[in-house]
């Protein structure tokens, strides 16, 4: 299991441009870090090189001694800025392949729908959910097959209000219980979170 995630010295290029270097962070069980910077400056970059996804130029990424593809097959969470929620399939068929794919079941998905309100949504083709709807059925693998890692990007747009402070909530639990988030955002988070600017290599990280 997860309990810290430890970024030391990482550089980070997209396109043949260096986004930034020498970045570095430690984690600990409980703690949630918000990443902001301006758009293009990497965020969402170092969470796809956090979730494996993306190489690093230079540095390391650990995960307190978990062998790191064990770590990224079944530790961690990454909830996109983009939903990726096919719009020809039901919300129902989409919980539950998200669901079962990362490690839940249908029980699990029937529980993630009712914290998150979804079920009246479940019939429904996902193109017809609003914004915030899709959201919500996109966060809800989080909760459906929990995993210690919590890798978010702009997680609270386009949620409204209300649902901002219920998903704080739920951010909240999970680093109760030992969980750890980084979150890529421009609006600060719901929750208590250290911050983490991220800056070009022109003026260091």
Do not use: Y
Request: some cysteine.
């Amino acid at each position: 299991m997860i309990r810290s995630l430890e970024l030391r010295g990482v550089a980070l290029s997209r396109g043949g441009r260096l986004l930034f270097k020498g970045l570095s962070l430690s984690l600990g069980a409980g703690e949630a870090c918000a990443l902001t910077g301006a758009n293009g400056s990497g965020k969402t970059s170092l969470l796809r090189a956090v979730a494996g996804l993306a190489a690093i130029e230079a540095g390391e990424v650990g995960f307190g001694g978990v062998d790191p593809a064990d770590a990224r097959a079944g530790g961690l969470h990454l909830a996109g800025h983009q939903d990726g929620l096919k719009p020809a399939r039901t919300a129902r068929e989409e919980l539950e392949f998200w669901s079962v794919w990362s490690g839940g079941d249908a029980a699990s998905a029937a529980g993630a729908a009712e914290a998150l309100e979804l079920r009246p949504l479940l019939d429904l083709e996902v193109r017809r959910l609003s914004a915030g709807q899709r959201r919500r059925l996109a966060l809800a693998r989080l909760l459906a097959a929990p995993r210690p890692l919590w890798l978010l990007d702009e997680p609270l747009s386009p949620l409204d209000a209300a649902w901002r402070e219920r998903f704080g909530a739920m951010m909240q639990t999970h680093l109760a219980g030992g969980g750890l988030i980084l979150a890529a955002v421009h609006d600060p988070l719901p929750i208590a979170a250290r911050t983490l600017e991220i800056v070009g290599p022109e003026m260091g990280a």
